[in-house]
């Protein structure tokens, strides 16, 4: 049987082209442009063509000349030659893919030695490290929830936690952002088990989230609370442990957290930190981590070395915000309507969506790379430039990115 499945298929024969062409009897009506299952496509298409909101896929060149502050390489690591070389190497002696599931051949001894070392970096039990952030969220959002029970939910929140607040078959309460009094009253209301989550750091303005006082929050009333750090590992905190244990919620058993690696340690994959019981759970519960395949050994290996790095040079956490902070403050002293970042993400507004995508465009043909954000991205339609502070840009750089910005900004 394995024999035949791997003889190759033969050419089509006249009878295949036969079968074949009754798939295309579709009846005509149906292979009328705008008709058929997919028509509408074409209309909200032209829509968004029509508005200049449509998103391009825009490959990226290797050895651009662009300067980017568009991606989350907040340290500069996932070119640090330790980093690239772990990468190569895991990739090398334990293959391309990690061949399946984490529970069936997925885990490598890899795979262990990130978790144990991201436990320790941040100062939680127990860690689980997944295929992405974005799997992370997903898995503890749906497993620390369910029926009967209540999630309390900030409305900034990143797409991933809104996701798995969709996933779960729990109640959901959307609360205003970054608003303590408003989590309590919710708790209040609710009898039965509650879990509140909300981004540390906010993807659009780089805000902060009040984690003392949700915690607070949380603790008066027996909830959990999921933080979602994947703006803060790695640039908040002590050495950038991140933005729970700058808190002081490190190792808080009612307090879980995740975090992508594809930030600030320059790698790609997620990462939920929390009490070891909360994290056995998750090895048995949590649906995007028993059906999804594990974390490719190239990118764990790669998150690994970051990681050493980040800890030999613990400095880079601090040189990152810095240069944020330098951002804002010079952005704002041009008068650009700039917010005061909490992390690396600084945001710039701009008048209008159509000013917003002119603007990065004009920064792009300028040699600047910096992220647009826009409706349907931001619910509010308050467009932005989001720019990436990077802790490894010169201050030739961050002159020169500041100079371009402020030039080429919308005049009204
Ligand atoms: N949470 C937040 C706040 C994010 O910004 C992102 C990435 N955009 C994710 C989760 C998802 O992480 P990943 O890209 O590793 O899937």
Redesign the pocket.
């Known amino acids: 049987q394995y024999v035949a499945a791997c003889t190759p298929r033969a050419p089509p024969t006249a009878a295949h082209r036969l079968r074949g062409s009754a798939v295309n009897s579709t009846p005509p009506a149906a292979r009328r442009p705008g008709t058929g299952p997919f028509g509408r496509l074409a209309e909200q298409d032209a829509v968004r063509r029509r508005a200049g909101l449509r998103r391009e896929l825009r490959p990226r060149e290797a050895d651009s000349a662009l300067l980017d502050l568009a991606g ?1 390489d907040y340290l500069g690591l996932t070119r640090h030659p330790d980093v690239t070389r772990a990468g190569a190497e895991a990739c090398l002696r334990w293959g391309a893919g990690s061949t399946g599931s984490r529970l069936v051949t997925g885990t490598t001894a890899l795979h262990a030695e990130l978790e144990a070392e991201l436990a320790d970096f941040t100062g939680a039990e127990a860690a689980l490290v997944f295929a ?6 997903l898995a503890a959002v749906t497993a620390l929830s369910g029926a009967g029970s209540l999630l309390v939910s900030d409305a900034a ?5 809104i996701d798995g607040c969709r996933l779960s078959r729990a109640a959901v309460e959307v609360v205003p952002h970054a608003d303590p009094d408003a989590v309590r009253k919710v708790l209040a209301g609710h009898d039965g088990p509650a879990l509140v989550v909300s ?5 659009v303005d780089g805000d902060a989230a009040p984690l003392p006082r949700l915690a607070a929050a949380c603790r008066e009333y027996g909830a959990g609370l999921l933080v ?1 750090d ?2 803060g590992l790695g640039v908040l905190g002590d050495g950038g442990r991140g933005a729970p244990h700058a808190a002081g919620l490190a190792g808080a058993p009612d307090v879980v957290c ?6 600030s340690l320059g790698a ?3 990462v939920v930190l929390g009490p070891a019981a909360v994290i056995e759970h998750l090895v048995n519960a949590a649906r995007t981590f028993i059906f999804d395949t594990g974390l490719a050994p190239a990118a764990a290996g790669a998150a690994l070395a970051a990681l050493r790095v980040l800890r030999r040079e613990p400095e880079r956490a601090e040189r990152a915000r810095a240069v944020a902070r330098d951002f804002h403050q010079r952005l704002s002293a041009a008068g650009l309507d700039t917010t005061r970042p909490d992390a690396c993400v600084v945001s710039v507004r701009a008048p209008s969506p159509e000013d917003a995508v002119a603007w990065a465009a004009r920064c792009r043909e300028e040699g600047l790379a910096v992220g647009c954000f826009r409706p349907p991205s931001v619910p509010d339609g308050v467009s932005r430039l989001r720019l990436t502070a990077r802790g490894d840009l010169t201050a030739a750089e961050v002159g020169r990115a500041v100079e371009v910005i402020v030039r080429t900004a919308p005049r009204r």
């Open positions: 989350n992405s952030g974005y799997a992370a969220n929140n990143h797409a991933s936690l981004d540390s750091v906010f993807s979602d994947a703006h995740t975090a992508t690696l594809s930030k790609q994959g997620g």
